[in-house]
């Protein structure tokens, strides 16, 4: 199912956004693009060799469905350790100044920020009628089990160098 784009009624009506206080509040956000699945992709594979197709569709449903599109991120379940899945904070200056020519509004200077706990990294941000999202993580959904590498083996040092005979033509 893919989500189409927010066409206003009038065309030469701008697109109303909302303000920074408005974002200030969970029940704003919502998820747009797809959901992670199981499979560690953002749709399903069917197997070609399955014997009865629509079975298999609905098996591979039932095991991993799809979230809907544009579902509020007050409904996702909480992180593992009992963290809320998302932390949201609002930065920056929170007045709302008047503008000399009063047909722009008010202009409000703080930044609203969404950071995920589930997938730590995740950003996503509000700012000035703005969207922007942001990932700075190593790519590991938050456990209960920290992952370490195992560290390599040590560096083995360099051989011996052997004697080096020189040339039987020089010394004739």
């Known amino acids: 199912m893919d989500v189409e784009p927010n066409q206003p009624e009038d065309p030469e009506q701008p697109i109303p956004t909302p303000s920074t206080e408005q974002m200030?509040?969970?029940s704003s956000w919502v998820h747009y693009s797809k959901n992670i699945l199981k499979n560690n992709k953002t749709g399903h594979t069917l197997n070609e060799e399955a014997e009865d197709r629509?079975?298999?569709i609905d098996r591979i449903l039932s095991d991993d469905p799809y979230e809907?599109?544009?579902?509020?991120?007050?409904?996702?379940k909480a992180c593992k350790g009992n963290y809320p899945a998302w932390i949201l904070r609002t930065y920056g200056d929170k007045m709302s100044y008047a503008m000399a020519n009063p047909l722009h509004g008010a202009k409000q200077y703080s930044c609203v920020v969404v950071k995920s706990?589930?997938?730590?990294?995740?950003?996503s941000y509000f700012w000035q009628g703005q969207w922007g999202e942001i990932y700075m993580g190593d790519g590991h959904k938050h456990e209960n089990v920290t992952y370490f590498p195992i560290q390599p083996p040590a560096i083995m040092d360099d051989p011996e160098e052997r004697p080096v005979c020189d040339e039987v033509s020089k010394s004739v």
Request: proline share 14%; glycine share 10%; charged share 35%.
């Open 24 to 26: 200030g509040m969970k």
């Open 54 to 56: 629509e079975k298999e």
């Open 68 to 76: 809907p599109r544009l579902k509020p991120i007050t409904e996702d």
């Open 117 to 123: 706990t589930v997938w730590p990294g995740a950003m």
